[in-house]
């Protein structure tokens, strides 16, 4: 099944198909119909959640850089900037809790340490969004994710850095 849905709440006929989805609020001077842009750090081990991700964001606008674990997220962060960072919570190798807290903890990676990181994640029991700000998450959407509330979040979220 689909991860993401329409704000109708019907899975899309085709992964990643916006055709009816709103776009994300507008930043100040900015067209109506253009929502902000984002380059964003994916990580995500299922192989049946990474292309409809990629696509959906990439249809938005957005540049997508994939990793399949926490440490491979961590190599791609020192390499490269970000606005924010779309994090799975279960992942091989290092979790995303773990991979979050080296990333708010790892001194050669200066001011990316701050990169915002949204937890992505089937997580979705009481306490589990708490548990993840604690960790060092800047924010949280549960599995599966409304195309409108994403967009909402990278908004809110990426703005703030």
């Known amino acids: 099944m689909d991860q993401f849905r329409t704000t109708s709440?019907?899975?899309?006929n085709q992964p990643g198909?916006?055709?009816?989805?709103p776009s994300a609020p507008d930043k100040p001077g900015?067209?109506?119909?253009?929502?902000?842009?984002?380059?964003?750090l994916l990580v995500e081990d299922d192989q049946l959640n990474q292309l409809p991700t990629i696509r959906l964001l990439e249809r938005r606008g957005h540049t997508v850089i994939l990793a399949e674990d926490g440490r491979q997220?961590?190599?791609i962060l020192a390499a490269q900037d970000?606005?924010?960072?779309?994090?799975?919570v279960q992942l091989p190798e290092m979790n995303g809790i773990e991979a979050t807290k080296a990333i708010r903890e790892h001194p050669s990676l200066g001011t990316k340490r701050t990169t915002p990181i949204i937890a992505l994640?089937?997580?979705a029991m009481a306490g589990d969004k708490e548990k993840f700000l604690q960790a060092g998450m800047d924010d949280y959407l549960a599995k599966p994710v409304m195309v409108a509330d994403l967009e909402q979040v990278l908004a809110r979220t990426c703005q703030r850095k």
């Open 9 to 12: 709440g019907e899975a899309d």
């Open 17 to 21: 198909d916006l055709s009816n989805a």
């Open 30 to 40: 900015m067209s109506p119909s253009k929502p902000s842009c984002y380059r964003i």
């Open 73 to 75: 997220a961590l190599e």
């Open 82 to 88: 970000f606005d924010c960072i779309l994090m799975d």
């Open 121 to 123: 994640t089937a997580y």
